[in-house]
């Protein structure tokens, strides 16, 4: 027999890990469970079985939660937030570093329950989900400790809903709870019906860690439970991880309420492979990307793109090592691939590939399927059209998609040939190719020459219908933090009522136009505004935007999306240029805002415009990410990009540093702006126009529209173009926005009902340069 034949017929004997202790566990606990509320178990109620999917065995009886448990929970996280908040960081980290200590010394017993309940392989349960629980509770215990010294400005939230689905049940668990306590929140968190245990096991290590009762409470029960929550409205904020289609039935809900949110939806990421790649390397990547976890994960790599020179060679090379792959009981540490979560994900895979995969060609792999439980073999189908279902939608199981491109060029327009944007990995060993490649690629995160690595150092999120928000590393604390800023209610403005006089003063007829694409445009409804002073004079007319317009200025916008590739240094001189051409035209311009409204803040509001203008180009070159260290062979560099196309409707009260309060942030950060000006005082925004066209500021980057704050808001919330909507309108248009944003999630930033001092510095920095950026984590190999 030679080494070829012992290596191909050699057999793995089973090295099953034992269940004892976890199902010993289930038994000491009557297997059956209540809810966790208050530092203590309510009665068990009418519930639902916790099934073992390798088996089909009941493992535990799970109760439903009923509107009273969800408001018992509620009342205990408001009650007990008010004691946690006033501890010091270091008080809270130590309990966090207690609770990081307890999921060490429990490691075995929750990897082997989470295996036992999810089906995932003991080895990535074992090895990665529980490791990584602990070091986002020590990762974070150091934000807890930090807080007060680096956050000064920074204040929690208060309680938060949280809703976690079911692929890594614990893990999600870890990435909500950890930043959100840290922070001083509390919360209230709801795992996903197939797969609670483990966050009832964590549960009672809360309660041996000595953490005060209600800061934690978890109760388990459907989706009705997380709508239950989600329309809570003593919640502060709700954070979800799960589909993006409950992700946007999530931001309806809670549109308007002044809840704040944060999603963590689906994705179809690309793993794209160059001809130069270390292919051996890229294959066992690959085999990370869609066959962890059975593929049941959100940023899993489903989508090949393969150069085509090397398709043959790596598509044969994929399948070898595809049927290699072992399938069966999730205990064995010998197994590659484990049980899919439940029957109805099983079905719903299989289905998905049975009605959509006959289009191309579906290659399954041979490995042995165990005679019973939920399992799937890994599946490649090639030669699917770009456009097809399953190039473009999320399966969530161990199907793989591949197609091939020829030049990066096609590959980056492949990539991002998506509603998504979550995740993406490169495979090259040309440096420059994939470090050309990672800023082009709409995702969250990039990982090159490696994939699917997460820690908590390093934020982990999505951009467009991946949802918003990041978790983990600095950028994650922003999602249970708000600012400090004082907020007083929101008055509406009206304009003053139309006089007598038909004509201005001195006889000149002033109509503006609207500012698109650079250019003075008519608006295509052809109706005007007149602006009238307090005393009834006539100031001048203004075009009323409409729909098109809005259109236009928002394709207009698009075409300049080069300014988001500019440099910070650029963009930092047009903004002073700006400065200096309004400074040389200040008193005018102050003389149109006493005009105007009536007041004499006309030079004030100018000087504060040409301030605020000033610190914009002061941050374009110095808002700069960061470089996260991540225990692997690499770092993860959190780049600040910008978010795209801004909508915003401006404040009326301070109709110039309103409209720069808006545009000068969106501009430094690289994105193109649709402005809306002041409704009641306008004028000073269409004098403005003069000043950009004098300011080098390249046609598109900055588009102003005049009129009516509610038409227009629907208009650009609607648009799928626009990718964030700010108001800061004195009509509180937050729940319309909120609820119309859900069309392609964009990212909102509404006033609830409360205006700011645009005068005091809450009229500026660091809040507006999150805003007006997404980061975006690259993870690159570096050092041992
Ligand atoms: P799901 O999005 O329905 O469930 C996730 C969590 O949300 C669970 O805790 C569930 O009880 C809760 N939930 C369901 N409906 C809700 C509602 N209306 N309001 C509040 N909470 C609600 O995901 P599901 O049904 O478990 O899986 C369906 C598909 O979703 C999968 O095939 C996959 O494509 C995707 N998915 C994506 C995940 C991700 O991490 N991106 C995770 C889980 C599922």
């Given at each position: 027999?030679s080494i070829?034949d012992?290596?191909?017929?050699?057999d793995?004997?089973?090295a099953?890990?034992?269940?004892?202790?976890?199902l010993?566990?289930?038994v000491?606990?009557?297997?059956?469970?209540?809810?966790?509320?208050?530092g203590?178990?309510t009665?068990?109620?009418?519930?639902?079985?916790?099934r073992?999917?390798?088996?089909?065995?009941?493992?535990?009886?799970?109760s439903?939660?009923?509107?009273?448990d969800?408001d018992?929970a509620?009342s205990?996280?408001?009650?007990?937030q008010?004691?946690?908040?006033?501890?010091s960081?270091?008080?809270?980290?130590?309990?966090l570093y207690?609770?990081?200590?307890l999921?060490?010394?429990?490691?075995?017993?929750?990897?082997?329950?989470?295996?036992?309940?999810?089906?995932?392989?003991?080895?990535?349960?074992?090895?990665?989900?529980i490791?990584?629980?602990?070091?986002?509770f020590?990762?974070?215990?150091?934000?807890?400790?930090?807080?007060?010294?680096?956050?000064?400005?920074?204040e929690?939230?208060?309680?938060c809903?949280?809703i976690?689905?079911?692929?890594f049940p614990?893990?999600?668990?870890?990435w909500?709870?950890?930043?959100?306590i840290?922070m001083?929140?509390?919360?209230?968190?709801k795992?996903?019906?197939?797969?609670?245990?483990t966050?009832?096991l964590?549960?009672?290590?809360?309660q041996?860690?000595?953490?005060?009762?209600?800061v934690?409470?978890?109760v388990?029960?459907?989706?009705?439970?997380?709508?239950?929550i989600?329309?809570h409205?003593d919640i502060?904020k709700?954070?979800?991880?799960g589909?993006?289609?409950?992700?946007?039935?999530?931001?309806?809900?809670t549109?308007?309420?002044?809840k704040?949110?944060?999603?963590e939806?689906?994705g179809k990421?690309?793993?794209?492979v160059f001809?130069d790649?270390?292919?051996?390397?890229?294959?066992?990547?690959?085999?990370d990307?869609i066959?962890?976890?059975?593929?049941?994960?959100?940023c899993?790599?489903?989508r090949?793109?393969v150069q085509?020179?090397?398709?043959?060679?790596?598509?044969?090379?994929?399948?070898?090592?595809?049927?290699?792959?072992?399938i069966?009981?999730?205990l064995d540490?010998?197994?590659?691939?484990?049980?899919?979560v439940?029957?109805?994900?099983?079905?719903t895979?299989?289905?998905l590939v049975?009605?959509?995969?006959?289009?191309?060609?579906?290659?399954?792999?041979?490995?042995?399927?165990?005679e019973t439980g939920?399992?799937?073999?890994?599946?490649?189908?090639?030669?699917?059209?770009?456009?097809?279902w399953?190039?473009?939608?999320?399966?969530?199981?161990?199907?793989?998609v591949?197609?091939?491109?020829?030049?990066?060029?096609?590959?980056?327009?492949?990539?991002?040939n998506t509603?998504?944007?979550?995740?993406?990995?490169?495979?090259?060993e040309n440096?420059?190719?994939a470090?050309d490649?990672a800023?082009?690629?709409?995702?969250g995160?990039?990982?090159?020459n490696?994939?699917?690595?997460?820690?908590a150092a390093?934020?982990f999120?999505?951009?467009r219908e991946s949802?918003?928000?990041?978790e983990?590393g600095?950028?994650?604390?922003?999602?249970?933090?708000?600012?400090?800023?004082?907020?007083?209610?929101?008055a509406?403005?009206?304009p003053f009522a139309?006089g007598k006089?038909?004509?201005?003063?001195?006889g000149?007829?002033?109509?503006?136009?609207l500012?698109?694409?650079?250019?003075?445009?008519?608006?295509?409804g052809?109706?005007?505004?007149?602006i009238?002073?307090?005393?009834?004079g006539?100031?001048?007319?203004?075009?009323?935007?409409n729909?098109?317009?809005?259109?236009?200025?928002?394709?207009?916008?698009?075409?300049?999306?080069?300014w988001?590739?500019t440099?910070?240094?650029?963009?930092a001189?047009i903004?002073?240029y700006?400065?200096?051409?309004?400074?040389a035209?200040?008193?005018e311009?102050?003389?149109?805002?006493?005009?105007?409204?009536g007041?004499?803040?006309?030079n004030?509001?100018?000087?504060?415009?040409i301030?605020?203008?000033?610190?914009?180009?002061?941050?374009?070159?110095?808002?700069?990410?960061?470089?996260?260290?991540?225990?692997?062979?690499?770092?993860?560099?959190?780049?600040?990009?910008?978010?795209?196309v801004?909508?915003?409707?401006c404040?009326?009260?301070?109709?110039l540093?309103?409209?720069?309060?808006?545009m000068?942030?969106?501009?430094?950060m690289?994105?193109t702006?649709?402005?809306?000006?002041?409704?009641?005082?306008?004028?000073?925004?269409?004098?403005?126009?003069?000043?950009?066209?004098?300011?080098?500021?390249?046609d598109?980057?900055?588009s102003?529209?005049?009129?009516?704050?509610?038409?227009?808001?629907?208009t650009?919330s609607?648009?799928?173009?626009?990718?964030?909507?700010?108001?800061f309108?004195?009509?509180?248009?937050?729940?319309?926005?909120e609820?119309?944003?859900?069309?392609?999630l964009?990212?909102?930033?509404?006033?609830?009902?409360?205006a700011?001092?645009?005068?005091?510095?809450?009229?500026?920095?660091r809040?507006?340069l999150r805003?007006?950026?997404?980061?975006?984590?690259v993870w690159?190999p570096?050092?041992e």
């Amino acid at each position: 027999m030679s080494i070829q034949d012992i290596f191909e017929s050699m057999d793995y004997g089973p090295a099953p890990e034992a269940a004892g202790e976890a199902l010993a566990w289930l038994v000491d606990r009557g297997d059956t469970f209540g809810h966790f509320i208050n530092g203590s178990w309510t009665a068990p109620g009418k519930g639902f079985e916790s099934r073992n999917p390798a088996t089909g065995e009941t493992l535990a009886m799970l109760s439903q939660a009923s509107a009273d448990d969800v408001d018992a929970a509620v009342s205990a996280a408001r009650k007990a937030q008010r004691k946690w908040t006033r501890l010091s960081g270091h008080e809270r980290a130590r309990y966090l570093y207690a609770i990081a200590r307890l999921v060490q010394k429990y490691s075995r017993l929750f990897a082997v329950l989470e295996t036992l309940d999810n089906g995932k392989p003991i080895r990535e349960s074992r090895d990665i989900d529980i490791p990584l629980v602990a070091r986002h509770f020590y990762y974070h215990a150091g934000m807890a400790q930090l807080m007060e010294a680096e956050l000064p400005d920074a204040e929690p939230l208060g309680v938060c809903g949280q809703i976690i689905p079911w692929n890594f049940p614990l893990l999600m668990l870890s990435w909500k709870i950890a930043p959100a306590i840290a922070m001083g929140n509390t919360v209230v968190l709801k795992p996903a019906e197939y797969t609670s245990l483990t966050a009832l096991l964590f549960a009672e290590i809360c309660q041996e860690a000595g953490l005060p009762k209600g800061v934690v409470n978890v109760v388990t029960g459907d989706g009705a439970v997380g709508e239950m929550i989600v329309n809570h409205p003593d919640i502060d904020k709700i954070a979800f991880t799960g589909s993006t289609s409950v992700g946007r039935k999530i931001r309806e809900a809670t549109a308007g309420s002044g809840k704040a949110l944060t999603l963590e939806l689906g994705g179809k990421s690309p793993y794209i492979v160059f001809d130069d790649a270390d292919i051996d390397s890229a294959i066992e990547g690959l085999v990370d990307a869609i066959w962890f976890n059975q593929g049941q994960v959100c940023c899993a790599g489903s989508r090949l793109l393969v150069q085509e020179g090397i398709a043959d060679r790596f598509y044969a090379k994929l399948k070898t090592r595809m049927d290699g792959l072992r399938i069966g009981d999730p205990l064995d540490k010998c197994i590659d691939i484990g049980a899919i979560v439940d029957p109805i994900q099983l079905e719903t895979i299989t289905r998905l590939v049975d009605e959509h995969g006959g289009e191309g060609e579906v290659y399954h792999a041979n490995s042995a399927l165990p005679e019973t439980g939920c399992f799937y073999r890994p599946t490649l189908i090639t030669g699917l059209h770009t456009s097809a279902w399953l190039m473009q939608e999320e399966i969530f199981g161990p199907v793989l998609v591949g197609t091939t491109f020829r030049t990066p060029k096609e590959a980056v327009e492949l990539a991002n040939n998506t509603r998504y944007g979550l995740a993406a990995t490169v495979w090259t060993e040309n440096i420059n190719l994939a470090l050309d490649i990672a800023p082009k690629l709409a995702a969250g995160v990039v990982w090159v020459n490696a994939t699917n690595l997460f820690d908590a150092a390093a934020g982990f999120g999505g951009v467009r219908e991946s949802g918003f928000g990041r978790e983990g590393g600095w950028e994650g604390l922003t999602a249970y933090t708000r600012p400090k800023t004082k907020t007083k209610t929101l008055a509406p403005i009206s304009p003053f009522a139309e006089g007598k006089d038909l004509a201005p003063s001195d006889g000149l007829d002033r109509t503006a136009k609207l500012f698109i694409g650079g250019k003075q445009a008519r608006p295509d409804g052809g109706y005007m505004q007149a602006i009238w002073t307090r005393q009834g004079g006539l100031l001048g007319h203004v075009g009323i935007a409409n729909r098109k317009d809005v259109r236009n200025a928002v394709e207009a916008a698009h075409k300049a999306s080069g300014w988001g590739k500019t440099t910070g240094h650029l963009r930092a001189q047009i903004l002073y240029y700006i400065a200096e051409n309004l400074s040389a035209r200040a008193k005018e311009f102050a003389d149109r805002i006493d005009a105007m409204t009536g007041k004499r803040s006309g030079n004030k509001e100018v000087e504060a415009s040409i301030s605020r203008l000033f610190t914009y180009a002061a941050w374009a070159d110095k808002y700069d990410g960061q470089v996260h260290g991540v225990p692997i062979r690499g770092v993860a560099l959190a780049m600040h990009e910008p978010v795209g196309v801004i909508g915003a409707l401006c404040a009326d009260e301070t109709p110039l540093l309103g409209l720069i309060s808006a545009m000068a942030p969106a501009m430094a950060m690289g994105n193109t702006s649709v402005l809306v000006a002041s409704q009641p005082f306008p004028l000073a925004s269409t004098d403005f126009y003069q000043v950009l066209e004098t300011s080098d500021v390249p046609d598109g980057v900055v588009s102003i529209l005049t009129g009516d704050h509610v038409e227009l808001s629907k208009t650009l919330s609607d648009h799928l173009d626009v990718d964030a909507v700010w108001s800061f309108s004195s009509t509180d248009l937050s729940a319309d926005i909120e609820k119309r944003s859900a069309g392609n999630l964009k990212r909102t930033w509404v006033n609830n009902g409360q205006a700011r001092d645009w005068f005091s510095t809450d009229g500026e920095g660091r809040e507006f340069l999150r805003q007006a950026t997404d980061v975006k984590n690259v993870w690159i190999p570096y050092g041992e």
